[in-house]
């Protein structure tokens, strides 16, 4: 006999933890499987830890309502997951600064991007170069300019995902957490739906949520071809001495050399004196294994925006495979005719910042209560929606003119 729960769900990373400690807190039985031995190993081990409100373009659009709510509730909830876990996870709250180093990006980011931040829920606060230097000493002097983004925070998606792990097994909620189960099958009947391991063990379930990041197109097949792998490799930094927060403030720029070459630098302080320093970009890239090439390009771009990290010990190197989809909004609703299969997938690198938002909409749509704000949110992320690629931010719009 299959072993039998209200709710199953596959991916046992942020989006899947954070959906299971909801619907657990609210009294669901939930199995949550994961093929890894422990945890968060996949995008979510990979993260930088920035959460988003307008840094990156996918921010910039349809999604602002749902990351809008989510910044809401991510103080809250991380105050529930230390208080039942007993981590702390250290937050930044100085904002984010994204800097011009020269006046070419200066223009790009006042005439393109700045009416799209004017046009979001969230604040935007312009800076001079010397507004820069006096929030952060240790920036390049090349910079030209800026702007703060004053309600983006920072942490370390490690340690999130150990505050989550160790609520998910405190023993307060009805969840059970099966690691090294890697989901073979999944089908679903009006009755329910069922998920199918390698080993042959079948797990019964009133509803499944495939929230498996990348790997979520094996169980969606009718949206498998707007899923796919986005690889981004980082490492860690650390000031000669550094023993707490060695910039007040994380930090981002966009460098466009000649020929075209683009870089993405992108500073993130850790509580403990580390600087996680990213990010590459590379859409359809499945191959999780860290290169000397992206640490050439990352330093190149680090040392353009900080100099003295040139100076500064490289610690540990990582590399992850974020959720893509085809137009950077997750894909959050009911996939099947019979609403058994739900789809939490597709966050396209922004998992940690839409983790608490996510766990609210997945839990109004297994619940049948979703209200009108929700049903908002999730009109953005529906899976019947018609999937068009991005507009860049820098192409001129009607609300960029």
């Known amino acids: 006999m299959p072993e039998t ?21 609210e009294g669901r039985s939930v199995v949550l499987l994961d093929a890894e031995p ?4 996949g ?5 930088m830890g920035g959460i988003l409100t307008q840094t990156e373009p996918a921010c910039l659009g349809p ?10 509730l991510y103080p809250d909830w991380l105050a529930e997951l230390t208080a039942i876990s007993g981590v702390t996870v250290h937050v930044l709250d100085g904002g984010d600064i994204q800097v011009a180093l020269n006046e070419k990006e200066m223009e790009r980011l006042e005439t393109r991007v700045l009416p ?23 920036l390049s002097d090349a910079v030209v300019g800026g702007f703060l983004l004053p309600e983006e925070l920072a ?8 505050a989550l792990a160790a609520t998910l097994t405190a023993g307060r909620h009805p969840i059970r957490v099966l690691l090294g189960s890697r989901v073979t099958r999944v089908e679903s009947a009006a009755h329910g739906a069922e998920a199918e391991l390698e080993d042959g063990t079948r797990i019964s379930a009133g509803t499944v949520i495939v929230a498996a990041g990348h790997r979520s197109g094996a169980f969606l097949p009718d949206h498998r071809k707007h899923l796919f792998p986005i690889k981004g490799e ?3 930094m650390r000031p000669p001495g550094a023993t707490t927060y060695a910039l007040r403030h994380h930090v981002f720029t966009e460098i466009v050399e000649e020929g075209g070459v683009e870089r993405y630098p992108y500073l993130v302080p850790r509580h403990d004196g580390r600087v996680a320093v990213g990010v590459t970009y590379e859409p359809h890239v499945g191959d999780p294994q860290v290169t000397d090439r992206a640490l050439d390009e990352i330093m190149e771009g680090v040392t353009a925006l900080l100099p003295e990290a040139a ?8 590399a992850g495979l974020r959720p893509g989809s085809t137009d950077h909004r997750p894909i959050i609703g009911y996939v099947d005719e019979h609403e058994r299969v739900l789809a939490a997938t597709g966050h396209t690198g922004l998992g940690v910042t839409l983790a608490p938002v996510t766990a609210e909409m997945v839990s109004a749509l297994v619940n049948g209560d979703v209200d009108a704000d929700t049903r908002e949110r999730l009109d953005v992320c529906r899976p019947d929606r018609e999937f068009r690629p991005p507009t860049p931010v820098g192409t001129p719009t009607p609300t960029a003119q």
């Open 311 to 318: 100076t500064w010990d490289v610690g540990k190197r990582w």
């Open 38 to 41: 422990k945890l968060g190993q």
């Open 234 to 236: 980082a490492f860690d």
């Open 116 to 138: 799209l931040w004017k046009n979001s829920p969230f604040a935007v606060v312009r800076l001079t170069a010397s507004d820069v230097k006096e929030l952060e000493p240790k």
């Open 155 to 162: 942490l370390d998606p490690r340690e999130l995902m150990v």
């Open 43 to 47: 995008a979510s081990d990979a993260a």
């Open 5 to 25: 729960c209200d709710v199953a769900i596959i991916g046992g990373g942020v989006i899947g933890c954070a959906i299971a400690h909801r619907l657990g807190a």
């Open 63 to 72: 999604l602002s309502t749902v990351l809008k709510r989510g910044r809401d």
